[in-house]
């Protein structure tokens, strides 16, 4: 997979290879995402401002578009399929 990210908090952005995801929490989704979007906060988030439950290295974007791939066993309102927008995590 694709994404655009840092290897450490402050430095500059920059496309980067992700490993397959990993097995889905039961309350999580994967999207195969078509369109993100970029805004300060991903910034804030760059520099270590903003606490995302996940540390460097990172992928960044908050909001994206796309379809989703794979739902948790607790996922009520998403289906395999579904055209899906909104902000969420990057892993």
């Known amino acids: 997979m694709k994404a655009a990210g840092i290897d450490h908090y402050g430095d500059s952005v920059r496309p980067m290879t992700l490993f397959e995801p990993r097995r889905l929490e039961p309350d999580e989704l994967l999207l195969q995402v078509r369109t993100a979007?970029?805004?300060?906060?991903?910034?804030?988030?760059?520099?270590?401002?903003?606490?995302?439950g996940i540390a460097p290295p990172m992928a960044l974007g908050v909001e994206a578009a796309g379809t989703v791939l794979a739902v948790g066993s607790s996922v009520q309102r998403a289906s395999v399929g579904d055209a899906l927008r909104g902000p969420g995590r990057s892993a």
């Open 37 to 52: 979007g970029v805004g300060n906060w991903d910034d804030i988030a760059r520099i270590g401002g903003w606490d995302l």
